[in-house]
């Protein structure tokens, strides 16, 4: 894999209330306030001046053929067509996402000490054939992984390094002016590849403390174990376009699992009348290793109880 930092680092910031403009940075405005541009649709600014300012550099990402990332070869007209559909299939699975990445710091000693240790984490993914543009089928997850100092050393994340130290501090910052809930603990970088590219773009996710846990990873073998159950249910439930929710009902543990449908010109998340069911039938593959005989409610009753 060669990644290029130079050309192709996106940073997109595209949570609610944190609205970034992608010149000079600033944040907390709302969709409203900020222009997109009409090329790529996907990078955004608070003003007319920093889009022109912002052109020069961003050109050769929105329009085809001025840098080759390797876009095209996997489906898409330019780079910012390709982080565009990055960023849409990360929002649209932002709950599967948001799980995975506690799941995987949880396992790894918790939030506390991989904030401490200023790890990060690394999502590969590969392009699919797009099903009619459907923004949750557009890439599946080949491989998840925390970027821990030893891993880091290898040469191949060298280059990592850099761009993930002040995309940290940034975060480190943003969290300090915005932190008031108290499980809010921090922000952790999360770097996307996609397989076969030299696209690299750059998210984060909010990490939260335990609710009910005084210790912060698991400390007996099956909860341990349960976190990898929930880990391959996520990563399956996305190659298969399923989209997971928070549950709405008190009354049911498991997460609300739907598709996207198409409504007209926008996709819009529609609930499964039976998520248990779905998840059921993903689990009981033959291509989901399991490391629990617990079913299904008995994981996510599990995993609500953090
Ligand atoms: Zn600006
Ligand atoms: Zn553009």
Not at 128 to 144: G, H, K, Y
Not at 147 to 173: C, D, G, M, T
Not at 228 to 255: E, F, M, Q, W, Y
Request: hydrophobic share 40%; net charge neutral; proline share 5%.
């Amino acid at each position: 894999m060669n990644i290029n930092w130079g050309v192709d680092i996106i940073d997109f910031v595209d949570i609610p209330n944190a609205l970034t403009c992608a010149r000079c940075k600033k944040d907390g405005l709302s969709k409203q306030d900020l222009k997109r541009c009409g090329g790529c649709r996907a990078a955004m600014y608070c003003s007319r001046d920093c889009q022109r300012e912002d052109w020069p550099s961003h050109r050769p990402l929105c329009r085809p053929g001025s840098v080759d990332t390797g876009a095209q070869a996997v489906g898409y007209q330019a780079s910012m067509s390709l982080a565009n559909a990055v960023r849409d299939w990360a929002n649209v699975h932002r709950e599967t996402v948001s799980t995975m990445v506690h799941a995987l710091v949880r396992s790894a000693g918790g939030v506390e000490r991989v904030l401490k240790d200023e790890e990060g984490v690394f999502i590969c993914l590969r392009s699919l054939q797009r099903v009619f543009d459907n923004p949750a089928t557009a890439l599946e997850i080949t491989s998840l992984s925390l970027l821990n100092k030893h891993v880091r050393s290898e040469p191949i994340f060298v280059q990592w390094e850099e761009p993930q130290k002040s995309y940290r501090e940034s975060l480190a910052a943003s969290h300090a002016r915005k932190n008031t809930n108290p499980r809010r603990a921090g922000m952790i970088p999360v770097t996307y590849v996609v397989e076969g590219t030299d696209l690299v773009v750059h998210s984060q996710e909010t990490l939260y403390r335990p609710h009910f846990h005084a210790s912060d990873c698991p400390v007996d073998e099956l909860t341990a174990a349960a976190f990898k159950d929930i880990l391959s249910l996520c990563i399956r439930s996305v190659s298969t376009g399923l989209v997971l929710r928070a549950s709405s009902g008190s009354d049911s543990v498991v997460p609300d699992a739907g598709y996207m449908v198409r409504q007209k010109k926008t996709w819009e998340w529609k609930r499964s009348e039976d998520p248990t069911a779905l998840m059921l039938a993903l689990i009981n593959s033959d291509d989901v290793p399991r490391h629990t005989s617990l079913s299904i409610t008995q994981l996510w009753a599990l995993w609500k109880i953090w």
